[in-house]
């Protein structure tokens, strides 16, 4: 089999990766909504792939991998990766979790993730509301994450929040980062409480905290939310869109409190988990399968720091249906350092219908259960995409 050409298009603000193949077998990824700029990107490979045999995954993936970079650069890459393996399953005739090692569980845990919605206005009540309705939702998350302090609407509109500069509307190059004032870090220690008065004992609470804390806010605040047994607290110095781990400042952090650290979304390939997993700098690791280079780099990372005990928690927010589908595979065959990822979903109620192969429902308390149809198990309706593509996209699937 060899690859025939490689495709980007956008649907919706989605771009999708299509790798062709000169026995009619056809490739997918789905790069995260809020990367439309990443179409070039894509097609930078295009030359570089043709006339290879795409169910040599990793054959391929050495011919390009080197050329990405932490979040948003590593998306290419890892987009192309997934179609690989889509196409290596579909002529196999077994789903992706096969051929890499098979199913260690047959449902996989998910939280919240795309599902959030933002909160209404910066009071207790409000974060708390929010949670609540994250409890009451059909799929019946037994994990709830909820952005606070520099992942929140807190440093805008709390005014003295933290001594430093917000910026509006939120852009991606710039990381919001300062001293929190008493005010600011009495008010995340509110919400915090009221959140986790809502959720009860039954439904765990993790904090998406930044990038932008400080070190020594982020040690006291870990420590005073201590009480409120907090599933982890996530990116609370560097993370997403900062293109650096430091993993000493994380260990600090780590070694200070008994809530898990956990960090990861933004890194790009295996290299730059090292010192985070084999010093032990955090307790739980997060990779995106759409940023960190695909999704057999993803397993690698989770076998590598199940040796040192540190855990895996997958992001993947905006990933779209075709990315829940890449997550699905890969989390059936990780180790049992897994506890849940992070659930993209729809950017829009159309995709459930350009789009074949997911269950009905979707999750069941929390879970869903891992199927077996060939590659990804995940078929875009051509006939039905097209109406979403631009008009000289139009010959995407011929």
Known sequence: M?????????????????????????????????????VPHVLHYREELIGLDPTDVERVMMRIRQRASFKPWGASVSAIEHALWDIAGKAAGVPVYKLLGGKVRDKVRVYNGAIRKQ??????????ANVRAMKEHPFGFNIVKQGIAFHSGMIHDIPGFFHGEPIRPHYHSFVSKGV????????????????????????????????????????KLARELE??????MEDT????????VN?????????STSIP?????????????????????VRIVGPDPCDIGGIAELKWVAEFADMFGVLMAPHGTGNGLLGLAALVQVAAALPQNYIAFEM???????????????PDPLVVNSQIEVWDRPGMGVELIPDRALAHMAAEDQDFFD
């Not at 909160?119 to 708390?128: D, I, K, L």
């Not at 009480?227 to 982890?232: E, G, V, Y």
């Not at 110095?237 to 650096?244: Q, S």
């Not at 993993?247 to 600090?252: A, E, G, H, Q, T």
Request: charged letters at 20%; glycine letters at 8%.
């Open 119 to 128: 909160v209404s206005e910066q009071t207790p009540e409000a974060y708390a």
């Open 227 to 232: 009480r409120f047994n907090i599933a982890w």
């Open 261 to 281: 650290i956990h960090t990861g979304e933004q890194i790009y390939l295996r290299h730059n988990f090292k010192d985070l997993i084999v010093k032990q700098a």
């Open 2 to 38: 060899k690859i025939t050409d490689l495709r980007c298009a956008l649907i919706g603000n989605h771009p999708i990766v299509r790798i062709c193949t000169d026995e009619g077998i056809s490739g997918y990824g789905q790069i995260e909504h809020f990367k439309p700029y990443m």
């Open 247 to 255: 993993p000493d400042l994380y260990r600090d952090l780590t070694v």
């Open 344 to 358: 993209p979903y729809a950017q829009a109620d159309w995709w459930f219908d350009i789009v074949e192969g997911l």
């Open 180 to 219: 929190l004032t008493p005010k600011g870090f009495n008010f995340i220690v509110e919400c915090v409480e009221a959140m986790r008065a809502e959720l009860g004992d039954d439904i765990g609470l993790a904090l998406d905290c930044g990038p932008g804390f400080v070190l020594p806010d982020a040690i």
């Open 237 to 244: 110095l560097t993370g997403d869109y900062v293109p650096w």
